[in-house]
Protein backbone atom coordinates (compact mmCIF):
# COMPACT_ATOMS: atom_id res chain seq x y z
CA UNK A 1 0.00 0.00 0.00
CA UNK A 2 1.16 3.81 -0.97
CA UNK A 3 1.81 5.80 2.06
CA UNK A 4 -1.42 7.09 3.11
CA UNK A 5 -0.85 10.59 4.63
CA UNK A 6 0.98 13.76 3.53
CA UNK A 7 3.65 14.96 5.61
CA UNK A 8 3.49 17.86 7.31
CA UNK A 9 7.08 19.61 7.70
CA UNK A 10 5.56 22.37 10.00
CA UNK A 11 3.42 20.16 12.14
CA UNK A 12 6.77 18.34 12.68
CA UNK A 13 8.91 21.02 13.38
CA UNK A 14 6.36 21.84 16.18
CA UNK A 15 6.80 18.18 17.62
CA UNK A 16 10.02 17.87 17.59
CA UNK A 17 9.79 21.36 20.00
CA UNK A 18 7.13 19.57 22.04
CA UNK A 19 9.11 16.46 23.09
CA UNK A 20 12.04 18.57 22.82
CA UNK A 21 10.03 20.91 25.81
CA UNK A 22 8.75 17.66 27.66
CA UNK A 23 11.65 14.86 28.24
CA UNK A 24 15.03 15.04 29.20
CA UNK A 25 17.92 15.06 26.73
CA UNK A 26 15.98 15.49 24.14
CA UNK A 27 18.05 13.55 21.09
CA UNK A 28 16.94 12.79 17.68
CA UNK A 29 16.84 8.87 18.89
CA UNK A 30 14.32 10.13 22.12
CA UNK A 31 12.57 12.35 19.61
CA UNK A 32 12.09 10.03 16.44
CA UNK A 33 10.87 6.42 18.71
CA UNK A 34 8.59 8.97 20.76
CA UNK A 35 7.19 10.16 17.83
CA UNK A 36 6.43 6.47 16.16
CA UNK A 37 5.06 5.52 19.49
CA UNK A 38 2.57 8.38 19.15
CA UNK A 39 2.02 7.60 15.96
CA UNK A 40 1.01 4.41 16.16
CA UNK A 41 -1.12 4.90 18.99
CA UNK A 42 -2.70 7.71 17.10
CA UNK A 43 -3.05 5.64 14.15
CA UNK A 44 -4.96 2.67 16.67
CA UNK A 45 -7.55 5.37 17.23
CA UNK A 46 -7.68 7.95 14.72
CA UNK A 47 -6.71 6.40 11.96
CA UNK A 48 -3.54 8.46 11.18
CA UNK A 49 -0.06 9.97 12.09
CA UNK A 50 0.20 12.68 14.12
CA UNK A 51 2.55 14.72 11.02
CA UNK A 52 1.88 12.16 8.92
CA UNK A 53 5.82 10.84 8.68
CA UNK A 54 6.85 7.92 6.69
CA UNK A 55 9.20 5.39 8.66
CA UNK A 56 12.52 4.03 7.60
CA UNK A 57 13.97 0.52 9.35
CA UNK A 58 17.08 1.88 10.87
CA UNK A 59 19.71 0.26 13.11
CA UNK A 60 18.38 1.48 16.16
CA UNK A 61 14.80 1.29 15.27
CA UNK A 62 12.46 3.09 13.14
CA UNK A 63 12.88 6.63 12.48
CA UNK A 64 10.32 9.34 10.67
CA UNK A 65 12.17 9.85 7.64
CA UNK A 66 10.88 13.92 6.95
CA UNK A 67 11.17 14.86 10.84
CA UNK A 68 15.00 13.13 10.47
CA UNK A 69 15.83 15.50 7.29
CA UNK A 70 14.72 18.26 9.28
CA UNK A 71 16.62 17.25 12.23
CA UNK A 72 20.09 16.63 9.40
CA UNK A 73 18.91 19.54 7.40
CA UNK A 74 19.01 22.48 11.29
CA UNK A 75 22.41 20.46 12.15
CA UNK A 76 23.73 21.54 8.71
CA UNK A 77 23.96 18.00 7.71
CA UNK A 78 21.42 17.07 4.55
CA UNK A 79 22.37 16.58 0.95
CA UNK A 80 18.43 17.07 0.66
CA UNK A 81 17.56 20.99 0.56
CA UNK A 82 14.70 22.15 2.59
CA UNK A 83 12.43 24.75 1.90
CA UNK A 84 11.45 25.67 5.81
CA UNK A 85 15.32 25.11 7.35
CA UNK A 86 15.33 28.21 8.32
CA UNK A 87 11.97 28.06 10.12
CA UNK A 88 12.88 24.82 12.02
CA UNK A 89 16.52 26.97 12.57
CA UNK A 90 14.27 29.83 14.39
CA UNK A 91 12.41 27.03 16.26
CA UNK A 92 15.43 25.24 17.94
CA UNK A 93 18.87 23.94 17.37
CA UNK A 94 20.89 20.76 16.99
CA UNK A 95 24.62 20.39 18.59
CA UNK A 96 25.63 16.72 17.96
CA UNK A 97 22.49 14.86 18.44
CA UNK A 98 20.79 16.89 21.06
CA UNK A 99 18.13 18.90 20.09
CA UNK A 100 17.78 22.22 21.97
CA UNK A 101 14.52 24.42 21.78
CA UNK A 102 14.69 28.01 21.34
CA UNK A 103 10.86 28.89 21.58
CA UNK A 104 7.73 26.84 23.19
CA UNK A 105 5.88 24.74 20.77
CA UNK A 106 2.84 25.99 19.37
CA UNK A 107 0.59 23.51 19.96
CA UNK A 108 -2.26 24.80 18.23
CA UNK A 109 -0.91 23.09 15.40
CA UNK A 110 -2.25 19.75 16.97
CA UNK A 111 -5.52 18.15 17.61
CA UNK A 112 -6.62 17.90 20.74
CA UNK A 113 -5.90 13.47 19.96
CA UNK A 114 -2.43 14.50 18.72
CA UNK A 115 -1.90 16.11 21.82
CA UNK A 116 -3.41 13.16 23.70
CA UNK A 117 -0.71 10.66 21.84
CA UNK A 118 2.27 12.89 21.99
CA UNK A 119 1.67 13.01 25.57
CA UNK A 120 1.00 9.05 26.55
CA UNK A 121 4.57 8.73 24.30
CA UNK A 122 6.32 11.10 26.57
CA UNK A 123 4.93 9.49 29.75
CA UNK A 124 5.32 6.34 28.66
CA UNK A 125 8.79 6.14 26.61
CA UNK A 126 10.31 9.74 27.42
CA UNK A 127 12.72 8.49 30.81
CA UNK A 128 13.42 4.88 29.00
CA UNK A 129 17.71 4.99 27.98
CA UNK A 130 18.49 4.85 24.36
CA UNK A 131 19.07 0.73 24.75
CA UNK A 132 15.69 0.23 25.97
CA UNK A 133 13.98 2.84 23.33
CA UNK A 134 16.02 0.94 20.75
CA UNK A 135 15.02 -2.74 22.36
CA UNK A 136 10.74 -1.70 22.30
CA UNK A 137 10.91 -0.11 19.27
CA UNK A 138 12.72 -3.69 17.60
CA UNK A 139 8.85 -4.42 16.72
CA UNK A 140 7.39 -6.93 13.97
CA UNK A 141 7.14 -3.89 11.59
CA UNK A 142 10.70 -3.38 12.13
CA UNK A 143 12.00 -7.00 12.03
CA UNK A 144 10.00 -7.37 8.62
CA UNK A 145 11.78 -4.80 7.06
CA UNK A 146 15.36 -4.07 5.52
CA UNK A 147 17.78 -2.20 7.54
CA UNK A 148 17.56 1.98 5.19
CA UNK A 149 13.88 0.69 3.98
CA UNK A 150 10.61 2.04 4.76
CA UNK A 151 8.10 0.62 6.82
CA UNK A 152 5.14 -0.70 4.95
CA UNK A 153 1.91 1.14 6.72
CA UNK A 154 0.66 -2.65 6.72
CA UNK A 155 3.59 -4.05 8.75
CA UNK A 156 2.77 -1.36 10.99
CA UNK A 157 -1.09 -1.75 11.49
CA UNK A 158 -0.01 -5.49 11.52
CA UNK A 159 1.57 -4.67 15.43
CA UNK A 160 -1.84 -3.00 16.45
CA UNK A 161 -4.85 -4.38 17.74
CA UNK A 162 -7.08 -3.20 15.04
CA UNK A 163 -8.16 -5.35 12.57
CA UNK A 164 -10.29 -3.09 10.50
CA UNK A 165 -7.42 0.18 10.15
CA UNK A 166 -6.39 -2.03 7.18
CA UNK A 167 -9.74 -1.80 4.96
CA UNK A 168 -10.47 2.07 6.37
CA UNK A 169 -6.89 2.98 4.70
CA UNK A 170 -7.60 1.73 1.77
CA UNK A 171 -10.87 3.00 1.67
CA UNK A 172 -12.00 6.34 4.19
CA UNK A 173 -15.21 6.49 2.31
CA UNK A 174 -16.70 3.30 1.36
CA UNK A 175 -20.40 3.86 -0.43
Known sequence: MKHPFIFKAEKSVEAILYIGQNVGEPTFHRISKIMYFADKAHLEKYGRFVSGDSYVAMKHGPVPSGTYDILKAVRDDSLT??????????????????????????????????????????????????????????????????????????????????????????DPFPE
Open 81 to 170: PMADVNTAKQAFIVEKFLVKPRRTAKTDYFSDSDLECLNNAIQEYGHLSFHQLTDVSHDKAWQTTDENDYIDIEQIVDTLDADYLLDYLL
